[in-house]
């Protein structure tokens, strides 16, 4: 009764032998459609290695021998796409799309995708895609990035990088990697269709539509009426989707491989020519349970697990080949028992395929890169002017940070082509603090436009991009609308170079203001310090500058990392200091400064230290090192001794080694930190130094209360200030 994959292979044999085949609702014949009737065998054939797969990948996973599951009994249809798709259409897929692998890999001579899968399942270090960290699917030869759950989460992405397509066009990219006339295809489960994520993608995609906008994407939804164990409302797919404005719907039946051919061409004509999304609903089964020891007698009557088994998708496709006299019974069983063979050799082979063993093996990928480019040249001062028109008199005259970032926005937009710059209110009213103005006007709506308001578009729309050559940098608008949307960095952005050796990366500069210090909000969704989730997420650079000098050369660091090394790169510009011009005095200006040479760049890790007396060493970054500047000088008076800050100014990565030996002559460590004490960065820091300084050296960590921040005078209650920062240093200092 449990082991269904064992009923399932056998009932194939009995029902073609005994020709108690399925019927359908379908009067559609091979002659109704243009296709050949070769291509229909060889469609065939990828449906039943991929059940063998299956069916192979689950005996071996009770021996031991194999580990993550995940089958695509039921959906063997979507071997379909896998053959009227070209491969140069990019495919982000469900986890269900081993025969569109198996498919489209017939387009490339040689491709070996069977024992890639089984490479995967056995997570081999050899295995071609993500060597071993993950029983995924994808292929860069085949345009397929890999995806580790999709539960939706691929969607944004596939969004942006179809909206990319005719962008790159209008531009004349030529680092674009994708054919002009190239469409998206996106596949998901029916469950997955309720996920904000997918919500979210479909809407953006429809938003695009409604201003004239172009978006090339067949969504495919596979839709087997379960969700691991609920069930899907039996109308609820189509009652959502089939009428909704700019987005054209398409039902489809999964179990019928010439309706699904039909149906499949009528998508591509439509994306391909009009350019606009559709919606391609495949109605199909599920078999053999959710995934790896999923036992679906648990949740599932046994009448209805049978009642699918019945209308097996195999068992459909082999009365449709007998009744077009492509196949007879004995060829297909003849067909179907070469494949148990193939795939019994070719998983049984992998088994003892080399594994990775060790932590520098597995995280040698986090920020792999195997495409390097070379940077452009710089742009003449006759190319810069013509672009910034008359600010560009105003160059050489002393400037706040937000004003400092926009020169450099400005250089960076100049020197790098597949730049672009989106987000919420970015374009016509250059951004909430004006860090964007006058960029749409001289770079125009191609390059500098508006995105709805949604945090997941934002930067799904920035993977996207990324996917076909542009260097995107997207904007959040306040560091706590970053939470809306945090799994497109950790999910999908940050784990794509780690899940496919590098042969995958989204370069991206993510721009956001945030951090504290503003008395005119409160709460936690303006006024927010917590950083903790950039410090949990491997391989992203975190950048927080503290002035606008440094925000310049950061910025233009930044997107060279993500240009040549295909990294993400999280900038946090302080807004409490976009607008200050003083440090010690009123009209001091030694908080404005000058904008540096359009080739000045500060590496990552690089720190600069204010100062050069070792009775005390304070650590900081952000707001805090503007206010430990200021307390810098109250705390030299008051002991009559030179003390030096430190200013971080990259959060990630840190570089021990240099800082260490910066301290090596000090005995006091004033650890400052605005964000929350408990996660903080700081508390990374005081443990690392705590390892790697002597044991004489006494550190002290001074962060702001584990609290959310509130209006007006007390906003800044709960954060470290200047008296904060005197009284822990002269404490600190007698002990």
């Not at 609920?230 to 109308?235: P, Q, S």
Request: hydrophobic share 40%; glycine share 6%.
């Amino acid at each position: 009764m449990f082991n269904r994959a064992e009923v399932i292979d056998k009932n194939f044999t009995v029902k073609v032998e005994s020709g108690e085949l399925p019927s359908s609702k379908s009067n559609l014949v091979i002659n109704d459609i243009n296709f050949g009737k070769s291509d229909l065998i060889r469609i065939f054939e990828s449906m039943v290695s991929s059940r063998h797969v299956d069916i192979k990948a689950r005996l071996l996973k009770d021996e031991g021998a194999c580990f993550y599951t995940i089958g695509s009994s039921g959906h063997e249809g979507n071997a379909v796409f896998g053959n009227i798709f070209p491969y140069t259409d990019m495919a982000f897929l469900h986890y269900r799309s081993g025969p569109f692998f198996i498919e489209r890999s017939k387009q490339i001579p040689k491709m070996t995708p069977l024992y890639d899968l089984a490479l995967s399942f056995m997570a081999s270090s050899e295995d071609p895609i993500s060597g071993g960290r993950h029983k995924v699917i994808g292929s860069k030869l085949l345009n397929i990035p890999p995806q580790t759950s999709t539960i939706a989460s691929h969607l944004p992405k596939a969004v942006g990088t179809a909206f990319s397509i005719d962008r790159a066009t209008n531009l004349s990219l030529k680092e674009s990697t994708l054919d002009s006339s190239s469409i998206v295809l996106c596949s998901f489960g029916d469950a997955s269709s309720n996920h904000a994520s997918a919500l979210s993608a479909i809407n953006t995609a429809r938003w695009v539509i409604g201003k004239g906008g172009h978006v090339p994407i067949i969504f495919i939804c596979e839709d087997n009426g379960t969700g691991i164990s609920v069930k899907t409302e039996t109308n609820w797919i189509e009652d959502t989707f089939s009428k909704r404005d700019g987005l054209h719907y398409i039902k489809t039946d999964g179990l019928h491989l010439i309706d699904l051919i039909k149906k499949a061409q009528e998508a591509e004509k439509i994306c391909r020519l009009k350019r606009e999304p559709v919606f391609l609903h495949m109605k199909t089964i599920r078999l053999m349970g959710h995934a790896g020891s999923d036992v679906e007698a648990g949740y599932n009557s046994l009448s209805n697990i049978q009642s699918s088994e019945e209308n097996d998708p195999l068992l459909h496709a082999a009365r449709i080949l007998i009744e077009n006299n492509l196949l007879n019974k004995e060829q297909i069983l003849n067909l179907y028992e070469k494949k148990r063979v193939q795939v019994e050799h070719v998983f049984n082979y992998s088994v003892n395929r080399p594994k990775l063993k060790t932590a520098p093996e597995v995280m040698t990928a986090i920020t792999e890169n195997c495409e390097r480019s070379l940077l452009p040249t710089y742009p003449n001062d006759f190319i810069r002017k013509k672009k910034f028109g008359k600010e560009f008199v105003r160059i050489n005259k002393p400037q706040h940070m937000a004003k400092l970032i926009n020169y450099a926005l400005f250089d960076l937009l100049i020197r790098f082509p597949n730049t672009l710059i989106f987000g919420e209110d970015v374009a016509i009213k250059g951004g909430v603090y004006h860090v964007t103005a006058d960029l749409y006007n001289q770079f125009g709506a191609r390059r500098v436009f508006d995105s709805p308001l949604d945090e997941t578009s934002i930067i799904g729309f920035g993977i996207g991009f990324a996917h076909n050559g542009f260097i995107p940098i997207p904007e959040i608008q306040f560091l706590a609308y970053f939470h809306n949307a945090e799994d497109q960095i950790r999910g999908e952005a940050a784990t794509l170079p780690f899940f496919s050796n590098g042969q995958f990366t989204n370069p991206m500069v993510l721009r956001i203001p945030g951090l504290a210090y503003q008395k005119g909000f409160g709460g936690h969704f303006h006024n927010d310090n917590s950083l903790t989730i950039f410090r949990d997420i491997p391989g992203l650079i975190l950048a927080v500058p503290s002035n606008g000098a440094d925000a310049a050369r950061m910025l233009r660091t930044a997107v060279n990392e993500a240009s040549q090394n295909g990294r993400v790169v999280i900038f946090v510009e302080p807004i409490a200091l976009y607008m200050i011009k003083d440090l010690h005095e009123e009209k001091d200006g030694k908080w404005n400064f000058l904008y540096p040479n359009i080739e000045e760049e500060i590496p990552v890790g690089k720190f600069k230290v204010y100062g050069s007396g070792n009775t005390l060493t304070i650590i900081t970054y952000g707001n805090a090192l503007y206010l430990s500047l200021q307390a810098q000088k109250e705390i030299e008076k008051k002991i009559k001794k030179k003390i030096k800050v430190i200013d971080l100014r990259w959060l990630s990565d840190i570089k021990f080694y240099s800082l260490v030996k910066e301290l090596s002559r000090c005995k006091k460590v004033l650890l400052v930190d605005e964000c929350r004490k408990t996660g903080c960065h700081g508390e990374g820091l005081y443990y690392e130094l705590h390892k790697r300084v002597n044991t004489d050296v006494k550190i002290r960590l001074h962060a702001a209360e584990n609290s959310f921040i509130s209006l007006g005078v007390s906003a800044t209650a709960t954060l470290p200030s200047k008296q904060s920062i005197i009284d822990h240093s002269i404490e600190l200092l007698n002990e």
